[in-house]
């Protein structure tokens, strides 16, 4: 018997197939399995380059059978300057987990992009106060807008505020965010802050910016920017601060913001309340009250990516007009 054609899915295809509600569908669906022991998630791989690195990330996720998945994205930070490339490039392979076939190879950035938003939405389920009307976004790039539109399906948002180092990139983002039905606007970090029910860190810092002095009682921080050992957006003092639910405490023990607290020795690893999955499981509580500051460290595992390429798999082999090839012939 011939293996199965292999699904080719640009970005735009993938963009035109998913809505953030669908994302956050697969990603309750990923910690779930994580929860579940229905999920095997070994480490991520670095692979240096020349001005750049790439990282590889590998799942499986059991569903109606068993899946398996393999990313690889290249990290070209001087891309849009010097080449007009993007910063973020790859590729993520889909295979069935029962035969090996390969299913679908798909543009990774946008399931990138959209899965890590995903994530602080069904984190915000638990540890967002449930009446969070103002968003602070803390770095004006590529995640940004895919963290907002993740968040306002989940929280009554009526203001988003943006702030970025270069206050021209926070300027431009919410011109370009007019349009949204609440009020976006450019700010100062600190007035910013002081004001936010809800704060999303996605920057690409290496030194932390928020630290306790600025967050009032009751926020929840979706920390997104430290994706790697060497970046930092958490003073170690808010993360001990703060309940902190990790998307997987391994991962972020040695690349997230609780790896800069583990190493400052302001937290230990039995500190940290859950990993995100005991709380889509039941396993564990959310937020305890109105006025605890809650964080969740995201570093983003690959697990979502199996799950997210699962669902735009299904919807994709149900359009008309998919592009295959047959890799075995």
Sequence with gaps: MAPPDTLVLARAEIAALMRPADYLEAAETAFRAVAEERAHVPAPITLEADGGTFHAKAATIRL????????????????????????IQGALLLCDGETGSPLAIMDSAEVTLRRTAAATALAARFLARPDSRTLLVCGCG????????????????????????????????????????????????????????????????????LD??????????GAVGADSPDKSEIAPELMAKSRVVADSLDQCAVMGDLRHALAAGAMRREHVHAELGELVAGTKAGRRSAGEITLFDSTGTAVQDVAAGVLIHDRARRASSVRTVALAA
């Design 142 to 209: 590529a995640q940004a807008p895919a963290q907002i539109a993740a968040l306002a399906d989940v929280l009554p948002l009526r203001r988003c505020l943006l702030w970025d180092l270069d206050p021209t990139k926070a300027a431009a983002l919410a011109a370009a965010l007019a349009h949204e039905p609440f009020e976006v606007s450019a700010t100062a970090l600190a007035r910013a802050a002081a004001q936010a029910d809800v704060i999303v860190t996605c920057t690409t810092a290496r030194r932390p910016y």
């Design 64 to 87: 109606d059978r068993l899946y398996a998945a393999l990313k690889l994205n290249g990290n070209f930070p001087a891309n849009p300057e010097t080449r007009g490339l993007p910063t």
């Design 212 to 221: 306790s002095d600025l967050i009032r009682a009751g926020t929840f921080i």
